[in-house]
């Protein structure tokens, strides 16, 4: 467990239910959250590159509201060339699931009029819209944005690459299974997706080698955050860094040797 310690904490005027999303785009810093009084997206976003903005952040003057509203936490996530914000619908599918919508910006501050749904051919040939019961989880793997997601009707996780203009193919279903959430990180040809299981604990495991799992530590039940940390010095082990909420309602970090 770690103790944090800031060098400076401000407090919006933003109010939220749910967790927000953090990204960096471009050289700027993008957050998002679910207004808790009309359930729409916001976001804003900081320049830390112009100095003359430093003291402020070159924030927005305002926050800016976006098409998607939700009764869950929004997810913004970046490839090379494209910022993604991701949400939920607010109704319930026959299924218990949401259908997951998707818009995408080449800036980050110009968006479409209207948002996508991803098109799915799943395993036994079917079509489909991607949906979920929590958040989806979004993790580069070399130029293909891969997104994973769940189901309410079997609880299994699903992986595919993105891509809202077309019909992607989920060759696969994952062999885990969550009701709350996912993370997940990238590196070297290697996918590492930390799931939170029946019971509260975090499994972790490597795409290609389900059957293989390692119980991390009891999450209470949240979605667990994960980021690859370099080795410093370079010749050292790079790492994970796990964060989840414990038991205890702390916030807890825990590092993992690749």
Not at 191 to 208: A, C, S
Request: glycine fraction near 6%; include cysteine.
């Amino acid at each position: 467990m770690y103790n944090i310690t800031t060098a400076h904490k401000e407090q919006t005027n933003a109010t939220t239910n749910k967790a927000p999303s953090i990204c960096a785009f471009q050289g700027y810093l993008y957050i998002a959250w679910k207004s808790i009084n009309d359930d729409y997206v916001y976001y804003q976003r900081t320049d830390t590159q112009d100095a003359k903005k430093i003291t402020s952040g070159g924030w927005f003057q305002r926050p800016r509201k976006s098409i998607h509203k939700t009764t869950e936490a929004p997810v913004l996530t970046a490839s090379k060339d494209q910022l993604y914000m991701a949400s939920l619908d607010e109704s319930l599918r026959a299924t218990g699931d949401r259908i997951i919508w998707l818009t995408t910006s080449e800036d980050g501050t110009t968006w479409p009029t209207s948002k996508s749904m991803q098109s799915l051919e799943m395993p036994d040939g079917k079509k489909d819209n991607a949906s979920s019961p929590y958040p989806p989880t979004f993790s580069m793997q070399k130029t293909a944005l891969k997104m994973i997601w769940g189901s309410a009707v079997d609880d299994a996780v699903r992986y595919a690459d993105i891509n809202p203009k077309a019909s992607v193919r989920v060759s696969k279903n994952t062999d885990f299974q969550t009701k709350i959430g996912n993370g997940a990180v990238y590196r070297v040809g290697e996918e590492w997706v930390f799931t939170t299981v029946q019971g509260g604990n975090i499994e972790l495991r490597k795409i290609g080698q389900e059957d293989d799992s390692l119980t991390i530590s009891s999450a209470s039940g949240s979605i667990p955050s994960a980021a690859v940390v370099p080795g410093i010095p370079i010749y050292k082990q790079w790492r994970i860094l796990l964060g989840n909420r414990d038991t205890g309602n702390y916030l807890r970090g825990t590092y993992i040797k690749l």
